[in-house]
């Protein structure tokens, strides 16, 4: 047997002994940044913010979804699935729009809800069509398919990611760092899966459903700036005040 030179004992002795040093631990050499304080809105004053995304001349025709490539996806649907790049609502509003207050709101740390946002791909396809979630909440990708998906987050200001979910999987949760709106979920398998998501840092956003409209509540007042983003037709905006315990209302129209 080898036997250890008394240099051997004595040298993690010396390191033991200088990581016990009096200097400033290493954090306190680099301060964190400032927080931003925490959000706090007076439900004495607060108001909402609403209004409709019209769509003005003839609608698109959207595309039938070609899945003949994939029988188990194709099998799902009594008829085929149609695109829904954009989305005219009978009453001539659109749906799947993103809105959200782009600015004006005091910077603040909102905490995000501790409920979980469902992204689910069904009949290869994925619901909703357009997300919203908060900075830090929880997105749960759900699998109903007989097939494999590869859920792309195809994110550009928070980091991207790719993973795959087998049928009936264990839910995969995702939570995204950064305000980001909008980016798209693709499907590394299924080239025509594509939603979008939204992601803010703070409460005030919603997608459009049928009726084309949206209400953004429980809204500090102040004048605001309202975005809406629809992935093909572009982006709008338009300022808005609100007044203490008020309502305002903003439309935007897209044409064709
Ligand atoms: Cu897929």
């Excluded at 550009?156 to 990611?161: C, L, M, P, R, S």
């Excluded at 803010?200 to 809406?228: C, W």
Aim: net charge negative; hydrophobic share 40%.
């Amino acid at each position: 047997m080898r036997l250890l030179t008394p240099v051997a004992f004595i040298a993690p002795l010396i390191l033991l002994v200088s990581n016990c040093g009096s200097g400033p631990a290493p954090e306190t050499l680099t301060p964190a940044p400032a927080a931003l304080p925490e959000a706090h809105v007076d439900p004495a004053t607060a108001g909402s913010i609403s209004g409709r995304i019209l769509f003005e001349g003839k609608p698109p025709v959207m595309p039938m979804i070609d899945m003949s490539s994939n029988p188990s996806c194709e099998r799902q649907h009594k008829a085929p699935a149609k695109a829904q790049t954009v989305v005219v609502n009978p009453n001539g509003t659109l749906r799947y729009a993103f809105v959200w207050i782009k600015d004006g709101l005091i910077p603040a740390r909102w905490t995000p809800p501790a409920e979980t946002v469902q992204l689910t791909q069904s009949g290869c396809i994925y619901a909703p069509h357009v997300t919203g979630l908060m900075v830090g909440q929880t997105l749960e990708i759900i699998n109903e398919d007989p097939v494999n998906h590869n859920v792309h987050a195809e994110a550009e200001v928070n980091q991207a990611w790719n993973i795959s979910e087998a049928p009936k999987d264990e839910h995969k949760l995702r939570k995204f760092a950064k305000q980001e709106i909008l980016f798209p979920m693709t499907c590394s398998v299924h080239p025509w899966m594509r939603s979008y998501i939204g992601v803010s840092s703070h409460p005030f956003f919603a997608v459009t459903g049928e009726d084309g409209a949206y209400t953004l509540k429980g809204v500090p007042p102040g004048t605001y700036t309202i975005e809406v983003v629809q992935e093909k037709l572009g982006r709008k905006e338009g300022k808005v005040t609100l007044s203490a315990s008020g309502t305002a209302t903003i439309d935007f129209t897209y044409g064709s």
